[in-house]
C-alpha cells in the first residue's frame, strides 16, 4: 500500500468555481503534512503546510483529519493560473513521501 | 532568488558517458534529498543524506551513486550513462525542523542519447 494516495485527476473546472482535494495517508504516526504545486516541467513548490487546527491562505483552505488520515485542499473562486498539479506531503520520521499529485486544469 | 542550486538546467549526453549532476543549497540545511521524476509522473525519492558523510538509498533503485563531504554540497554521479536514465532530477534540502517542508531546486532535464 502506499504511504499517500491521492485522485489523480485531472480535474476540469470553469473559473470561479470552487474545487476541493483529497489526500489519504496511511501512517497514523506521520508528523507533518503539506501541499505542494507543480508546474507543468517545474520543479515542486511549498504551497501551504497543514496543521491539525485547518489553515487557510487567501483562497486556499487545508485540513488534517488524523482519525480518518486525510488531509485536504479547497480552493475557492479558482484562477487560470491554479492550473497546476497539486501534491500531497506527508512526513513520517525524517521522511517525506509524495502523492503522486491531482491535476487541476481551470478553464476560461 | 533561489537558495539551492542545481546544475546543469538541461544535459544531453551520449551513452556510456560518466556524468556528475550538481546540487548545491545555501540554508544550511542538514537534510537533502534526489528524486528522479518523468513528465506528468509522480517523483521517486533516490538518495537522500542526513548530514555530512551520511547517504542513503531511497526507494526506487538508481544505478547513480551520491556523496556528502560538504554539508551545502550533494552531487549526483552516474558512471556509465544509458538512455534508461533520461529523466528529470530534483534535488531539495530540508532542515531538521520538518514543519516547514522541502525546498526543491530547479531541477536537471537529462537525456541519454
Known amino acids: 500500500r502506499k504511504e499517500v494516495e491521492q485522485d489523480p485527476g485531472p480535474f476540469n473546472v470553469p473559473e470561479g468555481a470552487t474545487v476541493a482535494f483529497n489526500c489519504t495517508y496511511s501512517n497514523s504516526a506521520s508528523q507533518s503534512f503539506f501541499w505542494y504545486r507543480q508546474d507543468c516541467r517545474k520543479e515542486p513548490k511549498l504551497l501551504m503546510s497543514v496543521y491539525s487546527s485547518g489553515n487557510e491562505d487567501g483562497r486556499f483552505t487545508a485540513q488534517l483529519n488524523r482519525a480518518s488520515q486525510y488531509i485536504s485542499l479547497l480552493i475557492r473562486d479558482s484562477k487560470l493560473s491554479d492550473s497546476a498539479t497539486y501534491l500531497c506531503v506527508v512526513n513520517n520520521f525524517n521522511k517525506f513521501y509524495f502523492g503522486s499529485g491531482t491535476k487541476l486544469n481551470v478553464k476560461p | 532568488e533561489a537558495d539551492i542550486y542545481q546544475t546543469p538546467r538541461y544535459l544531453v549526453i551520449g551513452t556510456g558517458k560518466k556524468i556528475t549532476l550538481e546540487c548545491s543549497q545555501t540554508?544550511?540545511?542538514?537534510?537533502m534529498y534526489w528524486y528522479q521524476q518523468d513528465p506528468g509522473m509522480e517523483l521517486h525519492l533516490i538518495h537522500y543524506?542526513?548530514?555530512?558523510?551520511?547517504?542513503e538509498k531511497g526507494d526506487l533503485s538508481s544505478e547513480s551513486t551520491v556523496s556528502r563531504i560538504r554539508t551545502e554540497h550533494f552531487p549526483l554521479t552516474l558512471e556509465s550513462a544509458r538512455p534508461s536514465h533520461t529523466s528529470q532530477y530534483l534535488c531539495?534540502?530540508?532542515?531538521?525542523?520538518?514543519?516547514?517542508?522541502?525546498?526543491f531546486g530547479s531541477g536537471t532535464r537529462l537525456t541519454v542519447v
Open positions: 543524506s542526513y548530514g555530512v558523510n551520511s547517504t
Open positions: 540554508m544550511g540545511h542538514d537534510k
Open positions: 531539495a534540502s530540508s532542515d531538521w525542523e520538518t514543519n516547514y517542508g522541502y525546498t
